[in-house]
């Protein structure tokens, strides 16, 4: 028996330096910007990723005031704090962000479409 017990491989997990690297929202320092397609033409654009010290509520007066359009922050278990706008305002939000001096240009993934 001792000879079988030494050839039996212990267990290897191939996913524990990647989780090791990705354990939490925003370890990359990246703000993800994503559109949602809702019913017919309506669609949700979502802003995730950006520091805590932020004040989101004030973030998103502005972009309200700035687009015209309704918006929301919504409390993710996962992701942490999430901005929701209603429309496709992708393009608008990353030059906003930039322009504002909230994030680097380089920082900002656009997703969708």
Same mark, same amino acid.
């Given at each position: 028996?001792?000879?079988?017990?030494?050839? !039996?491989?212990?267990?290897? #997990?191939?996913?524990?330096? @990647?989780? @090791?690297? #990705?354990?939490?929202?925003?370890? =990359?320092?990246?703000?993800?910007? $994503?559109?949602?397609? $809702?019913?017919? $033409? =309506?669609?949700?654009?979502? *802003?995730?990723? /950006?520091?805590?010290?932020?004040?989101?509520?004030?973030?998103?007066?502005?972009?309200? =005031?700035? +687009?015209?359009?309704?918006?929301? *922050?919504?409390?993710?278990?996962? /992701?942490?704090?999430? !901005?929701? /706008?209603?429309?496709?305002? $992708?393009?608008?939000?990353?030059? +906003?962000?930039?322009?504002?001096?909230?994030? =680097?240009?380089?920082? !900002?993934? !656009?997703?969708? +479409?």
């Amino acid at each position: 028996m001792s000879e079988l017990d030494s050839q !039996i491989p212990t267990a290897f #997990d191939p996913f524990a330096e @990647a989780n @090791a690297e #990705d354990s939490g929202a925003g370890t =990359k320092e990246y703000v993800h910007v $994503r559109v949602q397609q $809702r019913n017919g $033409r =309506k669609s949700l654009t979502t *802003v995730q990723g /950006l520091k805590k010290e932020y004040s989101y509520n004030k973030i998103l007066k502005d972009l309200k =005031k700035e +687009f015209c359009c309704n918006g929301t *922050v919504v409390q993710d278990p996962e /992701l942490g704090q999430v !901005i929701q /706008l209603q429309g496709d305002q $992708r393009k608008n939000v990353s030059t +906003f962000l930039v322009q504002a001096g909230i994030v =680097k240009k380089e920082h !900002i993934k !656009i997703h969708g +479409f």
